[in-house]
């Protein structure tokens, strides 16, 4: 199929690679000419693990980049938008469909074959039917359902493993207001044997996504609050509360041979210094205040984003324990990136956590192995050592924030230990051993 995707960030770009590896033909095409420019020369504009070598092997036979919408549209089947959704506050700010739902709408007036338009990005439930559907109708003069279809494909990557789980799905969305819209959309992901489809209509298709994350990020707030309270108790150890949650055969099913399967659901219940990233906090938020406009109160989810929002700081507490004034102390801070796998920074617990310190007069020396270049951006204006490696991070330091699960981290014990005077190691994942290091302090401990 003829594909056009407009965006190339972490999911349009991320997309348009994997559509056409698995043999579709696509353009990708954002207004932002440098990013083009890269995709065209084989380039990625972000990281993410085996994103360039894909890419390398696509760009220039059934992939390439444009800035030209109008075009890549008329030449293709179908379009995906995979723009930004971005919370304002009050209400995802979609701006970017608009713009980008006029200028398909308008090209359409230029195709004379059916054409199938598909929303990818995260929005409200009621965003395709009732802002999409009617802009391309007004823009291209044509009827939806009969000149072109409407559908709504949520994407459920994750940064860090973007390329293996949209190659791998473990479910494809198919929203379409008819049967038609549904059967071409399906099509796209034809070349995906064996995943389960959920067909179904735009706005149920939108509810997944925003259901799908509101859980996960409970299920961490959860975890989080436990977490908090065991450490006000004293004598409990989250990590240990957690363990015995788990092994309930309804979170890890015992097998007939015995074994036991432990689903990756289980890491999000497990406490830690809060989640971040560009989806969680933005998605719960969002639906917080649709729900609000909807005569609900959303009770649960307000709570979620309270905890979460408090969790950072419970670094600072930590340290406080041990250092009450950090003017001109030296502190490393190990993972900047709101994940392992990612450089993408946005709504990182690092952040709050490298301000506070930065106000103190703490020397920050910072250390992550990917998202350096996008900290600089972030904390542009402070001042921050930034380390070449985890071992120069650590040099004169008296504590150390361990705030990314980064898998380079579980060497950190063998460094602290060859220190002349170990600093006191703030876990903030807990990812390393209780007693791996002389002076420990965890989350939830
Ligand atoms: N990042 C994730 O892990 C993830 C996962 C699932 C869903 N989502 C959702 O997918 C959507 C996109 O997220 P993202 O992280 O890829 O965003 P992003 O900000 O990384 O990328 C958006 C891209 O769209 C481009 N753009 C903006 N207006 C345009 C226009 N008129 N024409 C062409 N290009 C235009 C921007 O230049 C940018 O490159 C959001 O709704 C997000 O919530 C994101």
């Known amino acids: 199929m003829k594909i056009a995707v407009a965006g190339t960030g972490y999911v349009g770009l991320v997309s348009g690679v994997c559509l056409a590896a698995k043999g579709h033909d696509v353009i990708c095409v954002d207004l932002d000419q440098e ?27 059934r992939l390439r980049a444009s800035t030209d919408l109008r075009e890549a549209v008329i030449a293709s089947d179908l379009s995906l938008i995979a723009v930004g959704t971005p919370f304002d506050g009050s209400a995802i700010d979609v701006s970017f469909i608009r ?19 598909v929303v990818k990005s995260t929005v409200v439930p009621g965003t395709t039917d009732d802002v999409v559907l009617p802009i391309l109708e007004r823009e291209s003069n044509k009827k939806a359902g009969v000149h072109f279809g409407v559908g709504m494909n949520p994407e459920f990557l994750r940064e860090g493993d973007a390329i293996s789980d949209f190659m791998n799905p473990d479910r494809i969305v198919v929203g379409g207001n008819d049967e038609k819209a549904r059967d071409m959309l399906a099509a796209v992901y034809a070349p ?64 007939a041979d015995g074994t036991r399967v432990s689903p990756s659901s289980n890491t999000y219940l497990e406490a830690g210094c809060g989640f971040g990233g560009s989806c969680f906090p933005k998605d719960v ?28 700081a419970k670094m600072i507490e930590l340290l406080d324990k041990h250092i009450a004034n950090r003017k001109g102390v030296k502190v490393a801070v190990l993972g900047l990136a709101f994940k392992p796998g990612t ?101 939830g401990l």
């Not at 995709?39 to 894909?54: D, S």
């Not at 799908?212 to 609050?225: G, Q, R």
């Not at 729900?291 to 408090?310: I, Q, W």
Request: glycine share 6%; hydrophobic share 45%; aromatic share 6%.
């Open 343 to 443: 450089d993408d920074m946005r709504e990182s617990p690092a952040i709050p956590v490298v301000q506070t310190l930065a106000e103190e007069g703490a020397i920050i020396q910072a250390f992550d192995p990917i998202a350096v270049d996008e900290a600089r951006h972030t904390f542009s204006g402070l001042d921050i050592h930034y380390a070449p490696s985890m071992a120069a991070a650590l040099d004169g330091v008296e504590a150390i924030l361990l705030m990314t699960r980064w898998d380079e981290f579980a060497g950190l014990p063998a460094l602290v230990s060859s220190m002349d005077s170990p600093p006191v190691v703030i876990d903030g994942r807990r990812m390393l051993a209780k007693d791996s290091v002389p002076r420990y302090e965890g989350i």
């Open 99 to 117: 713009q980008v739902a006029r200028e398909i709408g308008f090209a359409l007036r230029e195709r004379d074959e059916y054409h199938m338009v």
């Open 192 to 255: 995906f044997e064996g995943v389960e489809i959920v067909r179904t209509n735009p706005k149920t298709a939108e509810m997944i996504k925003y259901a799908a994350n509101s859980l996960l990020a409970t299920l961490i707030s959860f975890s989080n609050e436990i977490g908090n309270l065991c450490a006000s108790i004293g004598e409990i150890d989250a990590q240990e509360v957690m363990r015995g949650v788990h092994l309930d055969k309804r979170f890890s099913p015992i097998m």
């Open 285 to 312: 938020k969002a639906l917080i205040a649709h729900g609000k406009r909807h005569g609900r109160d959303m009770a649960l989810l307000d709570a979620v984003v309270s905890v979460n929002a408090e969790q950072p």
């Open 35 to 61: 990013k083009v420019d890269k995709i065209n020369r084989g380039e990625p504009p972000i990281y993410e693990i085996g994103l360039e070598a894909l890419l390398k092997d696509n760009i220039g036979k």
